[in-house]
């Protein structure tokens, strides 16, 4: 006789509204496109995608209270946690969904690459990495991964008429998926010197347990670490990031930037600190060499950059080193102070991006440095906004990109990590130098070419669009570098509720 | 007849590293696909083989995500490999240097 009725598992949906509002969001876009008779502009699909950001973000800001309120939970049988850290994430990945569209919009349109490919994507790719921050399980981990790369080599590949956006996309792929084959090993040998996939009892177990031929479990932690490495771009495992920034659509680079690295560090936080601190002494010398090698390789190589969108691409990877800087600190202050980093990365990167492509749009799409001579005369305005995000990368006061670095730092040493300390103030100090050198090309050395008279020097139109999204990431740089306390109450809140 | 977990995972290692080497020697994009997909099966031999030795089902569970995440990968991958076949001839990771690396 069989059982009449079948038990299902409860799941508390609410715990994961975010991320199901971007997928469900995903899935009406999906839709619509499939049953209206002709296009829509993507200025149409950008606008949709904002609001379903907004309604993501609201959700995540009702989380936000319940998890203040009542405090942390696990859902969906313990795979998703729910507390500040996850909040803080689902918060800024819907951000980043809301501001994102506003740069790619006319892009898309002026590249001729209609539809809403590209905004089905990014909410796909959002949705993971909301779920890397909200992950409690390797597996989970594993597939939220994945939920976020496969999109984005979609993204790097968008651009079908380009050979350079096809040969970044297959980059991009090749060496995510291999990463990916690293990682999920790793998480196979993590799982059979542990017995479990769940970071908690990983955690727990690791505690209890002294584990008498420990061969096994160090292989499947660094396999992760490797994983992880790779998708945040940190040296030497950074190879594939400036040829995929060079290559991919302009438009949507800042997105493609910003979404993997919170993504690749959500993760990479939480499991490093919640599931394997045991093993710090293990694998903070490991994290302490790639944070040196990405602090001190990505201000060097960028210095010798023409292309902007290379150099952007080193000085991102400059800025994995400092992000790395809170993990080595290993505390709720040094995680508290990644987490501020990211947030502020992200903006700033957007933004950055958002120009470089409005301006090698007006320059018959070249991104080399030439370019930008006598922005400062042609287009004061974005000159001096390129300049903002450009002084905040640098670490200039008064942006919330010194404040990002002053916490990393001031959380190493908190942690007596002092040579990292050292190592990081000495890189961002040459990182000022080709900060400013594009600073300084904008707004000088143009007199020899008005002599030569280029037809080019008429001003930059910038549409509504890009204008929006140039203010957005500009008041978060500014306003929070200015007035930097609910920003950072929320990023020590995110740790406070860290187990 | 019993067999020692051990073999298993010593298999599972070395086609995990066949895989990996190959990634890193073979210059064919599908051949390198190849090898990302052996890599893949090693960890799912590994999880298979663990979850016997533990008594758990949760790691032949986690068979099945990977298996999807591969089938994933592959239609992704293999789109973009269609795309640039159309766009030039050739299909080695070397004919694609426009970028500096």
């Known amino acids: ?499 | 007849m019993t067999i020692d977990p051990s073999w298993y995972l010593t298999l599972a290692a070395v086609l995990f590293t066949i895989g990996a080497v190959g990634m890193l020697v073979r210059r064919n994009i599908l051949v390198m696909f190849m090898c990302i997909e052996l890599m893949l099966n090693a960890a799912n031999l590994t999880f298979v083989t663990f979850s016997r030795s533990l008594n758990d089902v949760g790691g032949q569970i986690s068979v099945f995500f990977v298996l999807v995440v591969a089938a994933a990968e592959v239609v992704v991958g293999l789109a973009i490999i269609v795309a640039i076949y159309r766009r030039r001839i050739g299909a080695t990771a070397d004919d694609q240097h426009l970028l500096k690396g």
């Open chain 1, 1 to 499: 006789m069989l059982a009449t009725t079948i038990i299902l598992p409860t799941i508390n949906y609410t715990a994961i509204l975010p991320e199901l509002i971007m997928l469900g969001g995903m899935l009406v876009l999906l839709g619509l496109v499939a049953v209206i008779p002709r296009d829509f502009s993507t200025k149409t699909y950008a606008g949709l995608t904002q609001v379903i950001g907004t309604a993501s973000l609201v959700s995540s800001l009702v989380l936000w209270h319940d998890v203040a309120a009542h405090g942390a939970f696990q859902a969906v049988a313990q795979a998703v946690d729910v507390d500040g850290f996850s909040v803080f994430f689902l918060v800024l990945v819907s951000a980043i969904l809301i501001v994102a569209p506003a740069f790619a919009a006319d892009y898309l349109h002026d590249e001729g690459i209609e539809g809403a490919e590209y905004f089905i994507l990014a909410l796909i790719a959002g949705a993971g990495a909301m779920l890397m921050g909200a992950a409690n399980d390797l597996i989970l981990v594993f597939l939220a991964l994945e939920i976020l790369s496969i999109p984005l080599y979609v993204i790097a590949g968008l651009n079908a008429r380009r050979a350079t956006s096809g040969e970044a996309s297959m980059k991009y792929f090749l060496l995510g998926a291999f990463s990916s084959a690293i990682f999920v090993y790793g998480i196979a040998l993590t799982y059979g010197a542990t017995g479990s996939t769940n970071l908690a009892d990983i955690a727990a177990f690791l505690s209890r347990n002294v584990i008498a031929t420990p061969g096994t479990l160090y292989a499947g932690a660094a396999l992760l670490l490797v994983g992880f490495a790779f998708k945040i771009a940190a040296v030497p495992f950074h190879m594939w990031s400036p040829d995929v920034y060079e290559g991919s659509p302009d438009g949507v680079v800042g997105f493609m930037a910003a979404i993997a690295k919170v993504g690749g560090f959500a993760a990479f936080l939480r499991v490093f600190v919640s599931a394997l601190p045991t093993l710090s002494s293990i694998w903070e010398p490991v994290v302490w060499v790639l944070c040196a090698l990405s602090l001190i390789a990505g201000a060097v190589i960028a210095l010798s950059q023409r292309n902007i969108k290379r150099m952007l691409a080193y000085s991102s990877i400059n800025h994995a080193g400092f992000i790395l800087m809170g993990l080595i600190a290993l505390s709720s202050r040094g995680v508290a102070s990644s987490l501020y980093y990211l947030f502020a990365y992200s903006f700033i990167v957007l933004a950055s991006f958002g120009i470089v492509t409005v301006v090698a749009k007006a320059n018959s799409g070249s991104a080399e440095i030439d370019a930008f001579r006598g922005l400062g005369r042609r287009s004061p305005v974005l000159a001096v906004f390129f300049a903002i995000f450009l002084l905040a990368q640098a670490g200039a006061p008064f942006t919330t990109g010194f404040l990002a670095k002053f916490y990393v730092v001031s959380a190493a040493v908190a942690a007596h990590s002092y040579a990292i300390a050292v190592i990081a103030m000495l890189s961002a100090a040459v990182a000022v130098f080709f900060y400013l050198r594009v600073v300084l090309v904008m707004f000088s050395g143009s007199e020899t070419e008005d002599a030569v008279g280029t037809p080019e020097q008429h001003p930059i139109v910038l549409s509504r669009w890009v204008w929006s999204g140039i203010m957005a990431c500009a008041a978060a740089t500014v306003i929070f570098g200015i007035y930097p306390l609910p920003l950072i109450n929320f990023a020590r809140a995110a740790t406070l509720l860290f187990r």
